[in-house]
């Protein structure tokens, strides 16, 4: 089973500013087959980026995922009041397909 | 528009069964992988099971396998999951997910989750 690791647990910061997120796998993940996914308070996970740089439709360019065999990472450019949230990166090119344990982007 | 609304949640008793159903609409079921993810009250997400579209191949996560049972109506374009045996840690909010192929991929759409709550 492929292990991911996110860091850091929580990220404190204002709007405008840059985020940096980090998703480590245990082994190497196949194909870039790593998407990251957003979730707000009460919903569902959105889908950000998948095959680890590819935005996913109707998604902002100020997303931006890079990275390959076992560390990728999710950029956001200057963050929105929408985009303080709880990030997800998730491996799906292995069974059993894994989650990271996820990064809080809050309001510094 | 691509929709998927989960339904059969609720509250049941350890070693209890239960069946989530989760209706698609704007797309064609088989065409894709369809997925069960679920997530406890204030933790993370957890992969449960894989149905391809297609062949239907099936994958499970150890946590659920020989316990739950993914499958699919085509006539129905609806996905289930059969939950037998439950225990008290598969409290969670459970969510249906499209897969981008009928492979795999990435979940590019998901619904909105149904509540399964396992307490005597």
């Known amino acids: 089973e492929i292990v991911l690791t996110q860091s850091p647990g929580t990220l404190s910061l204002s709007p405008g500013e840059r985020a940096t997120l980090s998703c480590r796998a245990s082994?190497?993940?196949?194909?870039?087959?790593l998407a990251w996914y957003q979730q707000s308070p009460d919903q569902a996970p959105r889908l950000l980026i998948y095959g680890a740089s590819s935005r996913a439709t109707g998604i902002p360019d100020r997303f931006s995922g890079s990275g390959s065999g076992t560390d990728f990472t999710l950029t956001i450019s200057r963050l929105e009041p929408e985009d303080f949230a709880v990030y997800y990166c998730?491996?799906?090119?292995?069974?059993?397909?894994?989650f990271g344990g996820g990064t809080k982007v809050e309001i510094k | 528009e691509v929709q998927l609304v989960e339904s059969g949640g609720g509250l049941v008793q350890p070693g209890g069964s239960l069946r989530l159903s989760c209706a698609a609409s704007?797309?064609?079921?088989?065409?894709?992988?369809m997925n069960w993810v679920r997530q406890a009250p204030g933790k993370g997400l957890e992969w449960l099971s894989i149905i391809s579209g297609g062949s239907g191949t099936i994958y499970y996560a150890d946590s659920v396998k020989g316990r739950f049972t993914i499958s699919t109506d085509n006539g129905k374009n609806s996905l289930f999951l059969q939950m037998n045996s439950l225990k008290a840690e598969d409290t969670s909010v459970y969510y249906c997910?499209?897969?981008?192929?009928?492979?795999?991929?990435?979940?590019?759409?998901w619904g909105q989750g149904t509540m399964v709550t396992v307490s005597s």
């Open positions: 997910a499209k897969g981008l192929s009928s492979g795999g991929g990435a979940f590019d759409r």
């Open positions: 704007g797309f064609t079921l088989s065409s894709y992988s």
């Open positions: 998730q491996q799906y090119g292995s069974t059993p397909l894994t």
């Open positions: 082994q190497s993940v196949r194909s870039t087959y």
